[in-house]
């Protein structure tokens, strides 16, 4: 079983900038595809961003690409979302997400082919 803690949310103005982590833990980091997706009340859960297992490969959505940056850190088990330009629209929970049953270079963008979730954690960005 995968553990997943996601970290970093908070308030912030409008061209601002937050990082978010997730902290990993039950399983060889390494052998996770590791996504972000993002949440608003009444709303499905949205893509964000993606990275490879060994973070040769990274995929984000067009409404956060030159923005937003995920990368990871197998050694130390945390996966980012570094989020920059801050825009309001960017307003959600942020969850982080495992797969751990694709292939290595593989980034899934559907949030039902991810198997592992974090509990989220909440941005808000103010005009």
Partial sequence: QVQLVESGGGLVQAGGSLRLS???SGRTFS????????QVPGKEREFVAGISRIGGRTIHADSVRG?????RDNAKNMGYLQMNTLKPEDTAVYY?????DGGTWSIPRRSD??????QGTQVTVSS
């Fill in 96 to 100: 982080c997400a495992a797969d751990d």
């Fill in 31 to 38: 052998s996770l595809t590791m996504g972000w997706f993002r």
């Fill in 22 to 24: 997730c902290a990993a």
């Fill in 67 to 71: 923005r937003f940056t995920i990368s």
């Fill in 113 to 118: 082919e991810y198997d592992y979730w974090g």
